[in-house]
């Protein structure tokens, strides 16, 4: 507003086209629309960038086309929680630098002409931390799925609980693997897609409870982080700790599929569920 930029957030589409991008990975550079055409993965060593809910939807929905759905649900200062700023200033700051009005937002598209529906966490909303919003969001998105008998998918990117909201942050595990429970009576599918990172919470709950537990390739997923096991348990940690790779090897995920095939996946799977 200051400089007079008043293009919002979800019009920016096109990337200009000077912007750089270097992998974290392997150091590779190219343009962000190079980078964008190839889904956000490093083209040379497959290294999978952090991405938001609108990129997940592009990736997913057919034609760019979705309803989202519960943005009117904001997150409120409660406890009037103060860390090192206050929580309700804090919410303030975020909503006016971006349009993502919390940590999930919930799309409704088709998937390959099957109707689908997708909650996908904002990273860069508050790391992505379950609050009470982000639980209420995905309640309301099951009642929709188990009236309309739509599968539903959770993107994982989150650090965890949000701290700023305490116990009514912890309630929201419960609550999402209660209503999980009638989405399983109703028999519908239910798929957890864990991407980098999914931790706490999370991870301990509801992000372990799909029908399918999936997960992209190399990303970090756990619960505490591994400094904190470290000291812990006063052992080194072995090599690939708390990669997709490892927990496949250890029996905790289903399949790793790269972003490149996950609409294929996804409808196959779907389509499977279905008949
Ligand atoms: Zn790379």
Known sequence: MKKGI??????????????????????????MTELRENLFVCPKCNHHHRIGSAEYFEILFDDN?????????????????TDLKNYGKRLEEIWAKTDITDSIR??????????????CMDFEF?????????????????????????????????????????AYSLMQLAKVSGKLSQLTDAKIPYISLQTDPSFGGISASFGMLGDLNIAEPGALIGFAGPRVIKETIKKDLPEGFQRSEFLLEHGF????????????????????FKN
């Open 6 to 31: 008043t293009t919002s957030t979800a019009e920016k589409k096109e990337t200009p086209e000077g912007l750089w991008s270097k992998c974290p990975e392997c150091g590779y550079i190219c343009t």
């Open 65 to 81: 086309k979705y309803e989202v759905l519960f943005e009117n649900i904001r997150s409120k200062d409660q406890l009037h929680f």
């Open 106 to 119: 919930i799309g409704k598209g088709n998937l390959k002409g099957i109707p689908f529906m997708v909650g």
């Open 126 to 166: 508050i790391g992505g931390s379950l609050g009470s919003v982000m639980g209420e969001r995905i309640a309301r998105a099951i009642d929709v799925c188990i009236k309309e008998r739509i599968p539903l998918m959770i993107i994982c990117k989150s650090g965890g609980a949000r701290m700023m909201e305490s």
């Open 253 to 272: 995920l289903d399949f790793i599929v790269p972003r490149k095939e996950m609409k294929e996946k996804l409808a196959t799977v779907l389509s499977l």
